[in-house]
């Protein structure tokens, strides 16, 4: 089982700027590295859905964005670091949400699809307000 571990969410000023941190713990073992896995960011506010962010694939890098958060946030990997993150920037309010990474059940490309994703991190809470 994967495990995924989120950090760095906190509360914000709306226009601020916050990036989010997803690593993978607990099974070295099996060789799982999130290198060679697409990765998803999710997010769920309130009484809402959970709804795609955007995600990057494992084999060239390309990523996809959410049409409300497209231009606003980036997903980029470190593979030294063996990380993935999520830049936001120009955060408005109705961005506060718990924000999820998720690795898919199998493949490279990513989806935007949560329905594709089978290991989920735990969360971590972006507040944007003045």
């Known amino acids: 089982q994967v495990q995924l571990v989120e950090s760095g969410g906190g509360l914000v000023q709306p226009g601020g700027s916050l990036r989010l941190s997803c690593v993978a713990s607990?099974?070295?073992?099996?060789?799982?590295?999130?290198?060679?896995?697409?990765v998803g960011w999710f997010r769920q506010a309130p009484g809402k859905e959970r709804e795609a962010v955007g995600c990057?694939?494992?084999?060239?890098?390309?990523?996809h964005y959410a049409g409300s958060v497209k231009g606003r946030f980036t997903i980029s990997r470190d593979n030294a670091k063996n990380t993935v993150y999520l830049q936001m920037n120009s955060l408005k309010p109705e961005d506060t949400a718990i924000y999820y990474c998720?690795?898919?059940?199998?493949?490279?490309?990513?989806?935007?699809?949560?329905?594709?994703?089978?290991?989920w991190g735990q969360g971590t809470q972006v507040t944007v307000s003045s």
């Open positions: 607990g099974f070295t073992f099996s060789g799982f590295s999130l290198n060679s896995s697409p």
């Open positions: 990057i694939s494992s084999n060239d890098g390309n990523t």
């Open positions: 998720a690795t898919p059940y199998s493949g490279s490309l990513c989806s935007l699809s949560k329905y594709e994703y089978g290991s």
